[in-house]
Structures are given as structure tokens and as C-alpha cells.
């Protein structure tokens, strides 16, 4: 739920009238626990958002994206650096980053090619903003990453095709089911990317500031094609498991004939030998 402190919100937005305002979405790692964060200049709960000195301000989002607005790089990296210890698998910022340059007071809540212009900028855009291009930054991250669970699915089924054999590396087969059923929940559970924000159904005025947005960054094409993607990749993934238990359920079951001649073998050999003894 998003809570908004309007009068320090209005008195903000008469400050940054007249000024371009950057905003940028850093991919940090893969969670971000936020619990206990919250602060007197909080003025967001989902996502955590808060301001830093006179027209700064952060969000930060669970599936480990910062967005920074009007803030200057020392303040900059002493956000990113206090949240360090609550990141889990830390990645390189600079990997996946997402900006957009806001002018304050340029028009009506206009879109194009890396600038929105707005009459007003205080804590409900922001939140809009922010979360168009956190949901950029996160779905670029599980892009790249789909794309390199496709590159190791090839070689598993270029090997079935060409030599007719299942995988022999059980353990790399579960790791690949395992990466895709990962990046699955990470686009439906975290990243939600046909969700609209709180503060949109609380304030339908943002809602054409929000949809020009999300067709800008083609939020809506790009969930639905990476989700495509990800059917594809959890099924092929799961069929390579079935094939790797295919056969070695039928390894086994070959060892378990062998034993059972095996043993009737040495029966027969035991009656033999007892008749010849007699």
C-alpha cells in the first residue's frame, strides 16, 4: 500500500518547477530486504520510497532495483552503499540501468525517447516513473538471463539429435530446470509487469502519465514476450529431466535383469555343481 504525504509533496513540486530532473533505475542484486527501512521522510510503503535533501528521492524495489532521482553522485553512493548488506547476490550496477529525463514544467505528461515532461513533479509521478523503469530494468536482467538458459539448452538437444543419446550430466540438467523455474517466478511473483501501480487506482489522473510510460518502455509486449520465452525454455527444460530419467530408469532396470540372470546363473551352476559332487 503507498502512502503519500501531500503537503510536502505540493511543496516540492513548486520547487522543481523549471528543471530537468534525472531519473535512474540501478539493478542491484536479486532481492533487496527492505524491512525495517522505513523513515520520518518515508513517503511510500510498496514500494519503499523516501526523499534525500531538497527534490531527491529513492524507491527502492524488492526484486532489487533502486530508482534515484534528483540526487547529487555523493549522496548517490552513499544510498547504494547502505544498502549493500541488504542485497542478496549483489550484481555490477553498470550491467543493467535504466534513466529517464524528466523537465518539470514542459508540458502535460508527455512521453518520448528518454524524456517525460510533466507541470509537476512530486511523490505520485515519481512513483509512476519509478516504477516503469524499475519493471525496465528488472525484465532487461531476466532478458539476458532467459537468453543464456536458451544457450544451454542447445547443446543438450543438439547432442540427442546428432548422436540419439539422453544427457549424461544428471546434475547439470536439474541446475538448468532449476534456473528456469527461477526466472519464472522472479517475472510473476516479483517483477509483475502488468501490474499497475497503487497510487495509479488511487489517482486515474496518472493514468495517461502511466500508460505513455509503460508503452514507451513496451512494458506490456516485453512481460508477454518474455514469457513466451519462458514457457519454452520450463518445458524443455523438463523434458530434458524426463529423458535423463528415462534413461536411467531403464539403466536400472537393465543392472536389476543382469543381476537376476546373474543369480539364476549361479543357482544353476550350484545345482550343477551339486549333481556332479553326488
Known sequence: MATLNGRRGEFMN?????????????????????????????FSIAPLAFRVGANGRVALYRFGVVVLAGLTAQEEEEILASLKSRVSHQSDTTTDEDAITVNVGGGDDKVSQGVVNVQKFGDERFIVVADTLAKSVGLARNERSVNAVFEKVEPFAADMASAGRSPSDRKAVLKLVGEAILLQHRLTARIAGYEKPKIVWDRPELERLYDRLTEEYEIEDRTETLEGKLEVVVENARMLAEVLDAGRAGRIELWITILIALEVVLSLWGIAASFFDN
Open 14 to 42: 513548486d520547487k522543481a518547477q523549471g528543471r530537468s530532473i534525472k531519473v535512474r533505475a540501478l539493478a542491484v542484486g536479486d532481492r533487496i530486504d527492505t524491512l525495517g527501512l522505513e523513515r520520518p521522510d518515508t
